[in-house]
Protein backbone atom coordinates (compact mmCIF):
# COMPACT_ATOMS: atom_id res chain seq x y z
CA UNK A 1 0.00 0.00 0.00
CA UNK A 2 2.81 2.31 0.89
CA UNK A 3 4.46 1.63 -2.09
CA UNK A 4 0.80 2.57 -4.25
CA UNK A 5 0.94 6.29 -2.89
CA UNK A 6 4.05 6.87 -3.73
CA UNK A 7 3.49 5.64 -7.18
CA UNK A 8 0.95 8.13 -6.94
CA UNK A 9 2.68 11.05 -6.95
CA UNK A 10 2.32 12.41 -3.32
CA UNK A 11 5.72 12.02 -2.59
CA UNK A 12 6.93 12.65 -6.13
CA UNK A 13 10.35 15.25 -5.78
CA UNK A 14 9.07 16.89 -8.35
CA UNK A 15 6.08 18.30 -6.51
CA UNK A 16 8.62 19.70 -3.56
CA UNK A 17 8.27 23.13 -4.44
CA UNK A 18 9.21 26.46 -3.22
CA UNK A 19 6.75 29.12 -2.25
CA UNK A 20 6.79 32.83 -4.05
CA UNK A 21 5.57 35.37 -3.21
CA UNK A 22 3.73 38.55 -4.78
CA UNK A 23 2.64 42.18 -3.68
CA UNK A 24 -0.62 41.34 -2.43
CA UNK A 25 0.82 38.13 -0.23
CA UNK A 26 2.88 40.54 1.92
CA UNK A 27 2.15 44.22 4.05
CA UNK A 28 5.19 46.13 5.58
CA UNK A 29 5.27 45.62 9.55
CA UNK A 30 4.37 48.49 11.35
CA UNK A 31 7.24 50.04 13.56
CA UNK A 32 8.03 52.38 16.22
CA UNK A 33 9.21 55.51 13.94
CA UNK A 34 10.48 59.20 14.11
CA UNK A 35 9.93 59.60 10.66
CA UNK A 36 7.30 61.99 9.18
CA UNK A 37 6.71 60.91 5.68
CA UNK A 38 6.99 64.48 4.36
CA UNK A 39 11.16 64.35 5.76
CA UNK A 40 11.57 60.48 4.12
CA UNK A 41 14.66 60.88 1.56
CA UNK A 42 13.75 59.21 -1.42
CA UNK A 43 17.01 59.62 -3.41
CA UNK A 44 18.45 56.13 -4.39
CA UNK A 45 20.87 55.12 -7.23
CA UNK A 46 19.18 53.44 -10.69
CA UNK A 47 22.77 52.58 -12.09
CA UNK A 48 25.77 52.23 -10.29
CA UNK A 49 26.37 55.47 -11.56
CA UNK A 50 23.22 57.41 -11.94
CA UNK A 51 21.69 58.43 -8.19
CA UNK A 52 18.07 59.81 -8.71
CA UNK A 53 15.76 62.31 -6.34
CA UNK A 54 13.05 59.75 -6.88
CA UNK A 55 12.90 56.15 -7.09
CA UNK A 56 10.80 56.02 -9.74
CA UNK A 57 11.17 55.00 -13.78
CA UNK A 58 9.05 55.13 -17.24
CA UNK A 59 8.28 51.61 -18.51
CA UNK A 60 10.67 51.62 -22.13
CA UNK A 61 7.27 51.15 -23.67
CA UNK A 62 5.65 52.85 -26.87
CA UNK A 63 2.63 53.70 -25.49
CA UNK A 64 4.38 55.38 -22.36
CA UNK A 65 8.05 57.03 -22.57
CA UNK A 66 9.23 58.97 -25.73
CA UNK A 67 11.13 62.52 -25.31
CA UNK A 68 8.07 64.08 -23.62
CA UNK A 69 7.57 61.48 -21.18
CA UNK A 70 11.28 61.21 -20.83
CA UNK A 71 11.77 65.02 -20.09
CA UNK A 72 8.67 65.32 -17.48
CA UNK A 73 9.83 62.50 -15.46
CA UNK A 74 13.64 64.06 -15.63
CA UNK A 75 11.94 67.12 -14.02
CA UNK A 76 10.20 65.98 -11.70
CA UNK A 77 13.61 63.48 -10.32
CA UNK A 78 12.86 60.20 -11.65
CA UNK A 79 13.86 58.63 -14.75
CA UNK A 80 11.71 58.20 -18.07
CA UNK A 81 13.46 55.32 -20.59
CA UNK A 82 12.37 55.90 -24.30
CA UNK A 83 11.24 52.95 -26.23
CA UNK A 84 12.88 50.87 -28.71
CA UNK A 85 10.22 50.97 -31.34
CA UNK A 86 11.74 53.66 -33.48
CA UNK A 87 14.90 54.02 -35.87
CA UNK A 88 17.99 54.63 -34.68
CA UNK A 89 18.23 57.71 -35.68
CA UNK A 90 14.68 58.96 -34.64
CA UNK A 91 15.92 57.86 -31.51
CA UNK A 92 19.01 60.02 -31.33
CA UNK A 93 16.19 62.81 -32.04
CA UNK A 94 14.68 61.78 -28.98
CA UNK A 95 17.78 61.55 -26.53
CA UNK A 96 18.51 64.93 -28.30
CA UNK A 97 15.41 66.51 -27.39
CA UNK A 98 15.33 65.52 -23.83
CA UNK A 99 18.98 66.18 -23.21
CA UNK A 100 18.14 70.03 -24.50
CA UNK A 101 14.74 70.60 -22.67
CA UNK A 102 16.13 72.44 -20.27
CA UNK A 103 19.78 73.45 -20.56
CA UNK A 104 20.91 76.30 -19.68
CA UNK A 105 22.64 77.36 -22.95
CA UNK A 106 20.59 77.02 -26.09
CA UNK A 107 22.41 75.54 -28.71
CA UNK A 108 20.22 75.23 -31.61
CA UNK A 109 19.79 79.17 -31.73
CA UNK A 110 17.62 80.55 -34.53
CA UNK A 111 19.43 83.27 -35.20
CA UNK A 112 18.33 86.44 -37.83
CA UNK A 113 20.72 88.14 -40.75
CA UNK A 114 20.97 91.60 -40.70
CA UNK A 115 19.30 91.97 -44.69
CA UNK A 116 16.24 90.21 -44.04
CA UNK A 117 13.08 92.15 -43.85
CA UNK A 118 11.49 92.80 -40.72
CA UNK A 119 8.22 90.99 -42.36
CA UNK A 120 10.88 87.74 -43.14
CA UNK A 121 12.38 87.71 -39.47
CA UNK A 122 8.67 88.52 -37.67
CA UNK A 123 7.31 85.40 -39.87
CA UNK A 124 10.15 82.95 -38.92
CA UNK A 125 10.53 83.78 -35.22
CA UNK A 126 6.90 82.94 -35.04
CA UNK A 127 7.14 79.57 -37.30
CA UNK A 128 10.29 78.56 -34.56
CA UNK A 129 8.34 79.58 -31.71
CA UNK A 130 10.54 82.45 -30.07
CA UNK A 131 10.00 86.10 -29.42
CA UNK A 132 13.76 87.02 -30.36
CA UNK A 133 17.11 86.17 -32.09
CA UNK A 134 20.71 87.42 -32.15
CA UNK A 135 21.25 89.03 -35.74
CA UNK A 136 24.26 87.36 -36.99
CA UNK A 137 26.94 88.14 -39.83
CA UNK A 138 27.88 85.79 -42.24
CA UNK A 139 30.86 84.49 -40.41
CA UNK A 140 29.03 84.11 -37.09
CA UNK A 141 29.72 87.27 -35.61
CA UNK A 142 26.58 88.70 -33.36
CA UNK A 143 25.91 92.04 -34.85
CA UNK A 144 22.67 93.18 -32.88
CA UNK A 145 19.56 91.27 -31.60
CA UNK A 146 16.15 91.77 -32.77
CA UNK A 147 12.88 91.31 -30.55
CA UNK A 148 9.14 91.63 -30.66
CA UNK A 149 9.23 94.96 -29.10
CA UNK A 150 12.20 95.94 -32.01
CA UNK A 151 9.63 94.46 -34.19
CA UNK A 152 6.18 95.74 -34.01
CA UNK A 153 6.62 99.21 -34.38
CA UNK A 154 8.01 98.30 -37.85
CA UNK A 155 5.30 96.38 -38.69
CA UNK A 156 2.95 99.01 -38.96
CA UNK A 157 5.12 101.79 -41.21
CA UNK A 158 8.38 99.54 -42.01
CA UNK A 159 8.07 96.09 -42.56
CA UNK A 160 10.27 95.71 -45.64
CA UNK A 161 13.10 97.91 -43.83
CA UNK A 162 15.88 95.45 -43.08
CA UNK A 163 16.71 93.70 -39.94
CA UNK A 164 19.89 96.32 -39.41
CA UNK A 165 17.19 99.65 -39.27
CA UNK A 166 15.88 97.67 -36.72
CA UNK A 167 17.67 95.84 -34.32
CA UNK A 168 19.73 96.56 -30.94
CA UNK A 169 22.81 96.74 -32.07
CA UNK A 170 24.41 97.49 -27.98
CA UNK A 171 24.19 93.62 -27.27
CA UNK A 172 25.06 91.92 -23.91
CA UNK A 173 26.31 89.22 -24.07
CA UNK A 174 28.32 86.11 -21.76
CA UNK A 175 30.76 83.72 -22.27
CA UNK A 176 30.80 79.87 -22.09
CA UNK A 177 31.35 79.71 -18.34
CA UNK A 178 28.88 82.03 -17.20
CA UNK A 179 26.28 80.52 -15.00
CA UNK A 180 22.00 80.94 -14.36
CA UNK A 181 22.77 83.47 -11.29
CA UNK A 182 24.76 85.71 -13.46
CA UNK A 183 22.62 85.29 -16.43
CA UNK A 184 19.59 87.04 -14.21
CA UNK A 185 22.13 89.10 -12.95
CA UNK A 186 22.61 90.62 -15.94
CA UNK A 187 19.33 90.25 -17.76
CA UNK A 188 18.22 92.09 -14.68
CA UNK A 189 20.96 94.89 -14.99
CA UNK A 190 19.91 95.50 -18.48
CA UNK A 191 15.74 94.76 -18.82
CA UNK A 192 16.48 92.26 -21.38
CA UNK A 193 15.17 88.85 -22.01
CA UNK A 194 18.03 87.36 -24.03
CA UNK A 195 21.91 86.91 -23.46
CA UNK A 196 23.96 85.39 -26.74
CA UNK A 197 26.87 83.55 -25.27
CA UNK A 198 30.30 83.99 -27.82
CA UNK A 199 33.18 83.32 -27.38
CA UNK A 200 36.67 85.18 -27.72
CA UNK A 201 35.81 86.69 -31.49
CA UNK A 202 32.54 87.02 -30.30
CA UNK A 203 31.01 84.39 -32.28
CA UNK A 204 27.59 83.42 -31.48
CA UNK A 205 27.81 80.00 -29.66
CA UNK A 206 24.59 79.57 -27.57
CA UNK A 207 22.04 81.75 -26.30
CA UNK A 208 20.17 81.76 -22.32
CA UNK A 209 16.91 83.06 -22.09
CA UNK A 210 15.23 84.38 -19.20
CA UNK A 211 12.36 81.62 -19.67
CA UNK A 212 14.82 78.78 -19.62
CA UNK A 213 16.28 79.92 -16.50
CA UNK A 214 13.09 80.24 -14.69
CA UNK A 215 12.53 76.85 -15.54
CA UNK A 216 15.57 75.16 -14.22
CA UNK A 217 14.59 76.86 -11.40
CA UNK A 218 11.46 75.98 -10.87
CA UNK A 219 12.51 71.96 -10.70
CA UNK A 220 15.14 71.60 -7.78
CA UNK A 221 14.84 68.32 -7.57
CA UNK A 222 15.50 67.39 -11.36
CA UNK A 223 18.05 64.41 -12.59
CA UNK A 224 20.49 66.09 -14.16
CA UNK A 225 23.86 65.30 -15.53
CA UNK A 226 27.16 66.64 -14.76
CA UNK A 227 26.85 69.24 -17.32
CA UNK A 228 23.03 70.04 -15.66
CA UNK A 229 21.30 68.31 -18.73
CA UNK A 230 17.82 66.63 -18.20
CA UNK A 231 18.83 62.65 -17.70
CA UNK A 232 17.99 60.31 -20.26
CA UNK A 233 17.64 56.25 -20.01
CA UNK A 234 16.90 54.24 -23.73
CA UNK A 235 16.02 50.89 -24.45
CA UNK A 236 17.95 48.64 -26.57
CA UNK A 237 17.34 45.10 -28.18
CA UNK A 238 20.59 42.77 -26.86
CA UNK A 239 22.11 42.32 -30.18
CA UNK A 240 21.84 45.90 -31.16
CA UNK A 241 25.22 47.42 -30.50
CA UNK A 242 24.99 50.30 -33.37
CA UNK A 243 21.76 51.21 -31.31
CA UNK A 244 23.63 51.43 -28.05
CA UNK A 245 26.41 53.10 -29.55
CA UNK A 246 24.68 55.87 -31.18
CA UNK A 247 22.39 56.54 -27.57
CA UNK A 248 26.00 56.46 -25.84
CA UNK A 249 27.26 58.92 -28.64
CA UNK A 250 23.77 61.15 -27.84
CA UNK A 251 24.87 61.28 -24.51
CA UNK A 252 22.34 59.12 -23.36
CA UNK A 253 22.89 58.50 -19.42
CA UNK A 254 21.37 54.60 -18.95
CA UNK A 255 21.38 52.02 -21.43
CA UNK A 256 18.87 49.59 -20.66
CA UNK A 257 19.36 46.11 -22.35
CA UNK A 258 15.78 45.21 -22.61
CA UNK A 259 14.75 41.64 -23.27
CA UNK A 260 11.85 39.58 -21.55
CA UNK A 261 14.25 36.65 -20.36
CA UNK A 262 18.26 38.05 -20.40
CA UNK A 263 18.95 34.84 -18.61
CA UNK A 264 20.03 33.35 -21.76
CA UNK A 265 23.42 32.87 -22.73
CA UNK A 266 23.29 34.72 -26.33
CA UNK A 267 21.78 37.65 -24.35
CA UNK A 268 24.33 37.93 -22.19
CA UNK A 269 27.06 37.90 -24.48
CA UNK A 270 24.93 40.50 -26.36
CA UNK A 271 25.01 42.90 -23.27
CA UNK A 272 28.92 41.81 -22.36
CA UNK A 273 29.68 43.32 -25.66
CA UNK A 274 27.41 46.24 -25.52
CA UNK A 275 28.96 47.05 -22.14
CA UNK A 276 32.24 46.92 -23.24
CA UNK A 277 31.05 49.62 -26.55
CA UNK A 278 29.86 52.18 -24.26
CA UNK A 279 30.73 54.66 -21.58
CA UNK A 280 26.91 55.14 -20.33
CA UNK A 281 26.04 52.89 -17.67
CA UNK A 282 24.26 49.45 -18.73
CA UNK A 283 21.24 47.68 -17.33
CA UNK A 284 20.78 44.47 -18.03
CA UNK A 285 17.20 42.68 -17.48
CA UNK A 286 15.08 41.53 -17.56
CA UNK A 287 15.42 38.18 -14.94
CA UNK A 288 13.90 37.13 -11.75
CA UNK A 289 16.27 34.20 -10.50
CA UNK A 290 19.08 34.34 -8.22
CA UNK A 291 20.80 32.30 -10.37
CA UNK A 292 20.45 35.11 -13.48
CA UNK A 293 21.51 37.66 -11.11
CA UNK A 294 24.91 35.13 -10.52
CA UNK A 295 25.37 35.37 -14.01
CA UNK A 296 24.71 38.92 -14.85
CA UNK A 297 26.01 40.79 -12.16
CA UNK A 298 29.64 40.76 -12.45
CA UNK A 299 29.69 43.17 -15.43
CA UNK A 300 26.27 45.08 -15.31
CA UNK A 301 25.59 48.55 -13.70
CA UNK A 302 21.75 47.68 -13.00
CA UNK A 303 19.71 44.58 -12.81
CA UNK A 304 16.32 45.16 -13.61
CA UNK A 305 13.48 42.27 -12.53
CA UNK A 306 10.34 41.48 -13.85
CA UNK A 307 9.11 37.91 -15.51
CA UNK A 308 5.82 38.20 -16.12
CA UNK A 309 4.33 40.83 -13.48
CA UNK A 310 3.23 43.81 -15.79
CA UNK A 311 -0.28 44.84 -15.79
CA UNK A 312 -0.63 43.78 -20.05
CA UNK A 313 1.73 40.57 -19.39
CA UNK A 314 0.61 37.52 -20.35
CA UNK A 315 4.32 35.68 -20.56
CA UNK A 316 3.22 33.47 -17.80
CA UNK A 317 -0.40 32.57 -19.06
CA UNK A 318 0.93 32.21 -22.36
CA UNK A 319 4.51 30.13 -21.25
CA UNK A 320 3.58 28.69 -17.92
CA UNK A 321 6.43 30.73 -16.93
CA UNK A 322 7.49 33.41 -14.73
CA UNK A 323 8.25 34.42 -10.97
CA UNK A 324 5.91 36.14 -8.52
CA UNK A 325 7.25 39.84 -8.28
CA UNK A 326 8.35 39.84 -4.70
CA UNK A 327 9.98 36.66 -4.44
CA UNK A 328 12.05 37.50 -7.82
CA UNK A 329 13.19 40.79 -6.58
CA UNK A 330 14.23 39.34 -2.54
CA UNK A 331 16.18 36.83 -5.00
CA UNK A 332 17.87 39.32 -7.20
CA UNK A 333 18.74 41.44 -4.57
CA UNK A 334 20.49 38.98 -2.00
CA UNK A 335 22.71 38.77 -4.90
CA UNK A 336 23.12 42.35 -6.53
CA UNK A 337 23.58 43.84 -2.60
CA UNK A 338 26.62 42.37 -2.60
CA UNK A 339 28.18 43.47 -5.43
CA UNK A 340 26.28 47.27 -4.73
CA UNK A 341 24.41 46.81 -7.66
CA UNK A 342 21.28 48.78 -7.76
CA UNK A 343 18.07 46.88 -8.77
CA UNK A 344 15.06 48.13 -10.48
CA UNK A 345 11.64 46.44 -10.05
CA UNK A 346 9.80 46.37 -13.54
CA UNK A 347 6.05 45.76 -13.68
CA UNK A 348 3.33 45.45 -11.44
CA UNK A 349 2.66 48.01 -9.71
CA UNK A 350 -0.96 49.08 -9.34
CA UNK A 351 -0.83 51.44 -6.05
CA UNK A 352 2.06 53.32 -4.63
CA UNK A 353 2.42 50.26 -1.35
CA UNK A 354 3.31 48.10 -4.30
CA UNK A 355 6.16 50.25 -5.13
CA UNK A 356 6.99 50.70 -1.58
CA UNK A 357 6.75 47.10 -0.71
CA UNK A 358 9.29 46.38 -3.97
CA UNK A 359 11.81 48.60 -2.49
CA UNK A 360 11.50 46.97 1.48
CA UNK A 361 11.86 43.66 -1.06
CA UNK A 362 15.45 44.77 -1.98
CA UNK A 363 15.10 47.14 -4.88
CA UNK A 364 16.36 50.65 -5.02
CA UNK A 365 14.19 51.86 -7.69
CA UNK A 366 10.77 50.99 -9.27
CA UNK A 367 9.75 51.25 -13.27
CA UNK A 368 6.05 51.37 -14.23
CA UNK A 369 3.86 51.52 -17.26
CA UNK A 370 0.62 51.25 -16.62
CA UNK A 371 0.97 54.01 -13.81
CA UNK A 372 1.56 56.35 -16.28
CA UNK A 373 0.02 55.24 -19.41
CA UNK A 374 -2.88 57.66 -18.64
CA UNK A 375 -1.44 60.42 -17.84
CA UNK A 376 -0.62 63.33 -20.36
CA UNK A 377 3.25 63.20 -20.68
CA UNK A 378 2.19 58.95 -22.61
CA UNK A 379 2.39 58.94 -26.41
CA UNK A 380 -1.12 58.72 -28.06
CA UNK A 381 -4.54 60.75 -27.92
CA UNK A 382 -7.36 60.57 -25.35
CA UNK A 383 -10.15 58.34 -26.68
CA UNK A 384 -13.32 58.71 -25.31
CA UNK A 385 -15.46 55.52 -25.14
CA UNK A 386 -19.20 55.71 -23.12
CA UNK A 387 -18.64 59.23 -21.97
CA UNK A 388 -15.10 58.10 -20.05
CA UNK A 389 -11.99 59.28 -21.28
CA UNK A 390 -8.93 56.66 -21.95
CA UNK A 391 -5.14 56.70 -23.48
CA UNK A 392 -4.19 53.24 -25.29
CA UNK A 393 -1.80 51.27 -23.27
CA UNK A 394 -0.32 47.84 -24.55
CA UNK A 395 2.29 45.42 -24.16
CA UNK A 396 5.28 45.86 -26.34
CA UNK A 397 4.74 41.98 -27.20
CA UNK A 398 1.35 42.41 -28.38
CA UNK A 399 1.00 41.59 -31.69
CA UNK A 400 0.10 45.46 -32.87
CA UNK A 401 3.67 46.82 -30.78
CA UNK A 402 5.64 43.52 -32.31
CA UNK A 403 4.32 44.78 -35.54
CA UNK A 404 5.48 48.48 -35.83
CA UNK A 405 8.83 47.05 -33.95
CA UNK A 406 11.07 44.42 -33.45
CA UNK A 407 9.88 41.35 -31.60
CA UNK A 408 13.56 40.49 -30.27
CA UNK A 409 12.66 41.27 -27.05
CA UNK A 410 10.53 37.89 -26.99
CA UNK A 411 13.44 36.08 -29.16
CA UNK A 412 11.53 35.16 -31.66
CA UNK A 413 12.09 35.35 -35.43
CA UNK A 414 9.93 37.92 -37.48
CA UNK A 415 7.46 35.82 -38.78
CA UNK A 416 5.44 36.16 -42.53
CA UNK A 417 2.33 36.74 -41.40
CA UNK A 418 0.45 38.39 -38.37
CA UNK A 419 -1.22 35.05 -37.63
CA UNK A 420 2.15 33.50 -37.00
CA UNK A 421 2.76 35.86 -33.94
CA UNK A 422 2.74 34.52 -30.63
CA UNK A 423 2.28 37.49 -28.21
CA UNK A 424 2.95 37.69 -24.47
CA UNK A 425 0.96 40.86 -23.95
CA UNK A 426 -2.65 42.41 -25.03
CA UNK A 427 -3.40 45.87 -26.28
CA UNK A 428 -5.62 47.80 -23.69
CA UNK A 429 -6.44 51.32 -22.64
CA UNK A 430 -6.14 53.16 -19.34
CA UNK A 431 -8.11 55.75 -17.82
CA UNK A 432 -6.90 59.36 -18.82
CA UNK A 433 -5.35 60.55 -15.25
CA UNK A 434 -3.83 64.10 -16.29
CA UNK A 435 -0.67 65.65 -15.34
CA UNK A 436 2.38 63.19 -14.72
CA UNK A 437 3.25 65.17 -11.80
CA UNK A 438 0.00 64.39 -9.90
CA UNK A 439 0.36 61.11 -10.36
CA UNK A 440 4.04 61.14 -9.40
CA UNK A 441 2.87 63.21 -6.53
CA UNK A 442 0.59 60.36 -5.36
CA UNK A 443 2.75 57.43 -5.84
CA UNK A 444 5.76 59.08 -4.04
CA UNK A 445 3.80 60.45 -1.27
CA UNK A 446 2.45 57.22 -0.72
CA UNK A 447 6.08 55.23 -0.77
CA UNK A 448 7.00 58.11 1.76
CA UNK A 449 4.33 57.03 3.55
CA UNK A 450 5.29 53.50 3.75
CA UNK A 451 8.90 54.60 5.42
CA UNK A 452 7.14 56.50 7.87
CA UNK A 453 5.25 53.56 8.84
CA UNK A 454 8.62 51.67 9.27
CA UNK A 455 10.36 54.29 10.61
CA UNK A 456 13.29 54.91 7.75
CA UNK A 457 14.23 57.99 6.64
CA UNK A 458 16.21 57.04 3.59
CA UNK A 459 15.88 54.43 1.03
CA UNK A 460 19.26 52.42 2.05
CA UNK A 461 17.45 52.55 5.85
CA UNK A 462 14.68 51.81 4.67
CA UNK A 463 15.96 48.55 2.79
CA UNK A 464 17.40 47.36 6.04
CA UNK A 465 14.99 47.72 8.57
CA UNK A 466 11.75 47.05 6.88
CA UNK A 467 9.99 43.59 7.52
CA UNK A 468 7.10 41.57 5.98
CA UNK A 469 4.86 39.87 7.22
CA UNK A 470 2.29 37.38 5.27
CA UNK A 471 -1.80 38.23 4.61
CA UNK A 472 -4.12 35.69 4.04
CA UNK A 473 -6.59 36.07 1.33
CA UNK A 474 -8.96 37.57 4.37
CA UNK A 475 -6.39 39.84 5.20
CA UNK A 476 -6.14 41.23 1.36
CA UNK A 477 -9.98 41.63 1.49
CA UNK A 478 -9.59 43.76 4.79
CA UNK A 479 -6.49 45.76 3.36
CA UNK A 480 -9.24 46.96 0.59
CA UNK A 481 -12.03 50.01 0.99
CA UNK A 482 -14.73 46.95 2.39
CA UNK A 483 -18.85 46.82 3.18
CA UNK A 484 -18.96 50.78 2.00
CA UNK A 485 -20.18 52.27 -1.80
CA UNK A 486 -17.41 54.58 -2.78
CA UNK A 487 -19.13 58.03 -3.66
CA UNK A 488 -16.26 59.81 -4.15
CA UNK A 489 -13.14 58.81 -6.31
CA UNK A 490 -10.04 58.83 -4.76
CA UNK A 491 -6.75 60.22 -6.27
CA UNK A 492 -4.74 57.28 -5.62
CA UNK A 493 -7.02 54.23 -5.22
CA UNK A 494 -10.05 52.83 -7.58
CA UNK A 495 -10.84 49.25 -6.24
CA UNK A 496 -9.60 46.00 -8.30
CA UNK A 497 -7.46 48.29 -10.13
P1 LIG B 1 3.08 47.56 -15.61
O1 LIG B 1 2.47 46.56 -14.70
O2 LIG B 1 3.69 48.72 -14.90
O3 LIG B 1 4.28 46.77 -16.34
O4 LIG B 1 2.12 48.00 -16.68
C1 LIG B 1 5.16 47.37 -17.26
C2 LIG B 1 6.27 46.40 -17.63
O5 LIG B 1 5.73 45.23 -18.28
C3 LIG B 1 6.71 44.68 -19.16
N1 LIG B 1 6.08 44.48 -20.46
C4 LIG B 1 5.63 43.31 -20.92
N2 LIG B 1 5.72 42.06 -20.39
N3 LIG B 1 4.51 41.22 -22.24
C5 LIG B 1 5.18 41.01 -21.08
O6 LIG B 1 5.28 39.88 -20.65
C6 LIG B 1 4.39 42.44 -22.83
O7 LIG B 1 3.78 42.59 -23.89
C7 LIG B 1 4.99 43.53 -22.14
N4 LIG B 1 5.11 44.85 -22.42
C8 LIG B 1 5.76 45.39 -21.37
C9 LIG B 1 7.86 45.65 -19.22
O8 LIG B 1 8.90 45.14 -18.42
C10 LIG B 1 7.27 46.93 -18.64
O9 LIG B 1 8.23 47.79 -18.09
Known amino acids: ?30 KES ?21 PILSA ?21 VLHRNMDVDVMVDEIEEVKRADELIIRDV ?57 MTDEVITASEEVTAREALELMYEHKIERVPVVDDG ?12 L ?44 CAHAHNRNVIEGAREIKESVDADVVVGNI ?26 TTRVVSGSGMPQITAIAQVADVANEYDVPVIADGGIRYSGDAIKAIAAGADAVMLGSYFAGTDEAPGRVITIDGKKYKQYRGMGSVGAMKSGDGDRYLKDEPDTEEEYVPEGVEAAKPYTGTLESELHQLVGGM ?10 TIPAFKERSEFVRVSSAGQQESHAHDVMITDEAPNYSPGE
Not at 3 to 29: C, I, M, Y
Open 1 to 30: MANDSHRDGQFSEKLRVPEALTFDDVLLRP
Open 34 to 54: HVEPDDADVSTYVSRNVELNV
Open 60 to 80: AMDTVTESRMAIEMARQGGLG
Open 110 to 166: VTANPDQTVREVDAMMERRGVSGAPVTGDDGRVLGIISGTDIRPYLEVGESDEVREA
Open 202 to 213: NHLTGLVTMQGV
Open 215 to 258: QRREYTDAARDEDGRLRCGVAVGPFETDRAVAADEADADVVFID
Open 288 to 313: GTREAAEDIVDFADGLKVGIGPGSIC
Open 448 to 457: QSGMGYVGAE
